[in-house]
């Protein structure tokens, strides 16, 4: 039986990843969950996201997956270590990722960070960046407003743009060159972001390099599988189920449309 790759997040942000791994690992298995019934994890207490990130990964495992992925930043920031400290697959986050892209992209040295309040207040991307190059200068900003917008499927509304130039007004003008998207939900408002910061600023979503560590890890583990695969992936939400499935098959409707998938609300919470 095929082994899956288990990928979670607070919502439907985590299909930003999903999608690119589909893109580069198209035989790969794909089991994902999005806690949409607890969305947004930003505000919450770290301890309070810890649990919930618990809870998801012990549904996950009795399917026997092969890796686990957090796609959710507000979780990989507080949560990935001990998820590691309990499994014994691997494990593999969403920021060290992105801040690896970032430094790549930069010319200047200078770079943004918007995410949710919790990502913004663990200073986990800002800890990732300096580990890599020390003299990096870092303008973060919490943009709460984002994430839920998306969870409601209006990202394609007018009002997207509005929304997008309020919670990124404090970063307008700043010596940027580079802005990390630092919520997998984002990337559903890159345009309006794009439109905000305006050509000068790069936008760095986590979801490229995080597929690509996905892939090497399995590689380096012979855990690949064979390219002749088909997969059937499976998509668990814990809450409003329509919405959720409505934004994934629109989301992922290249990668989806000819392969079976199945589509489940399961009622572990």
Request: proline residues 7%; aromatic residues 8%.
């Amino acid at each position: 039986m095929q082994q899956a790759i288990a990928i979670l997040d607070s919502g439907v942000g985590g299909l930003t990843v999903v999608k690119e791994v589909m893109r580069q690992l198209p035989q790969e298995k794909i089991i994902y969950f999005g806690d949409t019934a607890r969305s947004p994890y930003g505000p919450r207490a770290a301890s309070e996201v810890r649990l919930f990130t618990r809870q998801i990964v012990d549904y996950l495992l009795q399917f026997n997956p092969k890796m686990i992925v957090i796609a959710c930043n507000t979780a990989t920031a507080v949560a990935i270590e001990d998820i590691r400290a309990r499994v014994s697959i691997p494990v593999v986050g969403v920021i060290t990722p992105g801040a690896r892209a970032a430094i790549k992209t930069t010319r200047s040295g200078i770079i943004g960070v918007i995410g949710t309040d919790g990502t913004i207040r663990s200073q986990a991307y800002e800890n990732a960046l300096k580990m890599i190059s020390p003299d990096i200068r870092v303008y973060s900003q919490a943009c709460p407003l984002l994430a839920p917008f998306v969870e409601r499927g209006l990202f394609h509304v007018d009002s997207a743009y509005r929304v997008v130039e309020q919670s990124l007004q404090p970063l307008i003008g700043k010596p940027i060159d580079c802005l990390i998207l630092g919520c997998t939900h984002y990337p559903f408002l890159m345009e309006s972001i794009s439109q905000v910061m305006g050509p000068q600023v790069n936008l760095i979503s986590s979801a490229e390099e995080t597929a690509r560590d996905i892939s090497t890890i399995l590689s380096q583990r012979a855990l690949l599988t064979p390219s002749s695969e088909v997969p059937i992936h499976q998509f668990f939400c814990s809450g409003a189920p329509d919405i959720f499935k409505q934004i994934a098959q629109s989301w992922l409707r290249e990668h989806i449309s000819f392969l079976p998938v199945v589509w489940q609300v399961p009622h572990f919470i």
